[in-house]
């Protein structure tokens, strides 16, 4: 748990995803999910939370990952609700992230290109 803090306060993330030691896209931790872990863990310091497996912190988002093929409606659909969406291979290895803000770009250069402008 320390290192997940300490690495999303270095990189300024505020949700990561997570990973099984396959590669499989398991789950999204956030920095909510690690505060509510040490608000309802009693005694829990920053300084013993190295002793907390990332496996014992309750995930509550659920980021619904897609397919490598998925096509950009679905994308638009899950960035309605998801900060970023995890995009995973056939095996459900995880490959990486497509950030709302990519779509919301990607949808505004369409945009832009449909009424002529540049």
């Keep these: 748990m320390r290192q997940a803090i300490e ?3 270095y990189h300024r993330y505020t949700a990561v ?10 789950g999204t931790i956030t920095e909510g999910d690690l505060l509510w872990k040490m608000k309802n ?4 310091t920053f300084e013993n ?5 990332l ?3 309750p995930l509550r988002i659920e980021n619904e990952p ?10 638009l659909n899950l960035a309605i609700t998801q900060n970023f969406i995890p995009v995973v ?26 009424n ?3």
């Excluded at 863990?41 to 829990?44: C, M, N, S, W």
């Excluded at 939370?49 to 497996?53: A, D, L, R």
């Excluded at 897609?66 to 994308?75: F, G, P, T, W, Y």
């Excluded at 949808?107 to 449909?114: C, E, G, V």
């Design 66 to 75: 897609v397919r490598i093929e998925a096509k950009i409606d679905n994308l």
């Design 41 to 44: 863990t009693p005694d829990l």
């Design 89 to 114: 291979d056939d095996e459900g290895v995880f490959i990486g992230i497509i950030r709302r803000r990519e779509i919301i770009e990607y949808f505004s250069r369409q945009l832009l290109a449909k």
């Design 17 to 26: 995803p997570l990973v099984d030691p396959d590669g499989r896209y398991v």
């Design 116 to 118: 002529g402008s540049c």
């Design 55 to 57: 496996k014992d912190v």
């Design 49 to 53: 939370t190295e002793k907390i497996s």
């Design 7 to 9: 690495r999303m306060e």
